[in-house]
């Protein structure tokens, strides 16, 4: 069963950074496109970022693209959400998110291809 643990949230002001970390377990984390997704509350779940198993591609939201940047450390089967320029409507619980399907071709940003999600780590940017 794949597992998902995510670190790194806190409160920040507008304008700082914050790196959030994920840890997974229970998969070959290797073959897997990994995401991060972010919940404010009261609202729906919003894609943040995705990178693929490859490393070779990542996509992001347009509300994060240019501050927000995705990586992966397969050695250490974690994820890492590097998020700078913060604002206040980033403040949310971010959760890391796996894909079920090994390998796949694709790069999707969508819910049924990242299903496995972490509890989250909460973020609250000032202003």
Not at 32 to 46: L, S
Not at 81 to 107: G, I, N, V
């Amino acid at each position: 069963q794949v597992q998902l643990v995510e670190s790194g949230g806190g409160l920040v002001q507008a304008g700082d950074s914050l790196t959030l970390s994920c840890a997974v377990s229970g998969q070959t984390f290797g073959n897997y496109n990994m995401g991060w997704f972010r919940q404010a509350t009261g609202k729906e779940p919003e894609f943040v970022a995705a990178i693929s198993w490859k490393a070779d591609t990542t996509k992001y939201a347009d509300s994060v693209k240019g501050r927000f940047t995705i990586s992966r450390d397969d050695a250490k089967s974690t994820v890492y959400l590097q998020m700078t320029s913060l604002k206040p409507e980033d403040t949310a619980l971010y959760h890391c998110a796996a894909d079920f399907l090994p390998r796949r071709r694709t790069l999707d940003s969508d819910l049924t291809a990242l299903p496995f999600w972490g509890q989250g780590t909460q973020v609250t940017v000032s202003s």
